[in-house]
Nanobody, 127 residues
């Protein structure tokens, strides 16, 4: 069984920063990429950022480009981080980490492109 645990969420004022972490553990499995999604009350879960281990390629939602940075452990490929700067009240959401454990996928920004999910960590940005 694969487990993903997110940490680093919390309450921050607008303009502040937070760093989220996600660690995957469990049975032996390969990962080809990891991603972050978020969900606000009453809204659909949306893509935030993703990293592909091959080539260390990254992708971001337009709403977070220039403010958020995704990074990870490209050796063990089981840990990912999300550095969030210049946070805005509209960034308030539960942030979920996800793992793509299937070779050959290309859907970085869609939920069906991932096999395993964490339970989420709350990020609240006050104005």
């Amino acid at each position: 069984q694969v487990q993903l645990v997110e940490s680093g969420g919390g309450l921050v004022q607008a303009g502040g920063s937070l760093r989220l972490s996600c660690a995957a553990s469990g049975r032996t499995f390969s990962t080809y990429g990891m991603g972050w999604f978020r969900q606000s009350p009453g809204k659909e879960r949306e893509f935030v950022a993703a990293i592909r281990w091959s080539g260390s390629l990254t992708s971001y939602a337009d709403s977070v480009k220039g403010r958020f940075t995704i990074s990870g452990d490209n050796i063990l490929k089981k840990t990912v981080y999300l550095q969030m700067n210049n946070l805005k009240p509209e960034d308030t959401a539960v942030y979920y980490c996800a793992v793509d454990a299937t070779y050959g996928r290309t859907g970085w920004s869609i939920q069906s492109g991932y096999d395993y999910w964490g339970r989420g960590t709350q990020v609240t940005v006050s104005s």
